[in-house]
């Protein structure tokens, strides 16, 4: 069984809608969780940092974390087609520890 | 800046043959990354630098794989001999080391194919 997991998709939804992203991890000791985002033919870029329980928002962004159930989620609000991308989650054990470990990643299309 | 530059940005080359990707971090950057994206496995940690010392490479996959770092501006990532299995894109990736949030900052990736 992989530590992180994550619906590969793909995901497809109209624009304007409300995009779920969501990754489940097994092991309780990862405390800091990241979504990266990358386009095609491109290298990851970090979208949004959380470390605690609860939501963190960015624009139309929102990053969910539910140590609890091991569930992380990313909310994209009024989504647009510059959206369509694959959206990766990461988690690390503990701050200075540099190893991150991904999901498989989530293709997303908007469809405008 | 630049960014990390990685070079080639494609590769095809045959079965047995030797393959070096190149990367250059951003600088100032203290740590750097090798990773490896396919489809079925996602994107995996293959090794990684700080302050140009290797501190893990439980990621790579066998003794074909070698990574090097002789100073804080280049690294290079090689593989002898290649096989098919290898066909994949290869991402390097810096970070300052000190952020809270421990971005990495990947490059543009080479995408591998082994025939």
């Known amino acids: 069984q992989k530590e992180v997991e994550q619906d590969p998709g793909p995901l497809s939804v109209p624009e304007g809608a409300i995009v779920s992203l969501n990754c489940t991890y097994s092991?309780?000791?990862?405390?800091?969780f990241m979504w990266y985002r990358q386009y095609s033919r491109k290298g990851p870029e970090l979208l949004m940092y959380t470390y605690s329980s609860g939501n963190k928002e960015d624009g139309r962004f929102t990053a969910q974390v539910d140590k609890s159930s091991k569930y992380i989620s990313l909310f994209i609000r009024d989504s647009q087609p510059s959206d369509s991308a694959t959206y990766l989650c990461?988690?690390?054990?503990?701050?200075?520890?540099?190893?991150?470990?991904f999901g498989t990643g989530t293709r997303l299309t908007i469809i405008p | 800046d630049a960014g990390v530059i990685q070079s080639p940005r494609h590769e095809v080359t045959e079965m047995g043959q030797e393959v070096t990707l190149r990367c250059k971090p951003i600088?100032?950057?203290?740590?750097l990354f090798w990773y490896r994206q396919t489809m079925m496995r996602g994107l995996e940690l293959l090794i990684y630098?700080?302050?140009?010392?290797?501190?893990?490479d439980s990621g790579m996959p066998e003794d074909r794989f070698s990574a090097k770092m002789p100073n804080a501006s280049f690294s290079t990532l090689k593989i002898q001999p290649s096989e098919p299995r290898d066909s994949a894109v290869y991402f390097c990736?810096?970070?300052?080391?000190?952020?809270?949030?421990?971005?990495?900052?990947f490059g543009p990736g080479t995408r591998l194919t082994v025939l």
């Open positions: 092991n309780s000791a990862f405390q800091y």
């Open positions: 990461a988690m690390i054990y503990n701050f200075g520890n540099e190893k991150l470990t």
């Open positions: 990736a810096s970070s300052p080391g000190t952020s809270v949030n421990n971005e990495q900052f």
């Open positions: 600088s100032g950057h203290n740590s």
């Open positions: 630098f700080n302050n140009n010392v290797p501190i893990d």
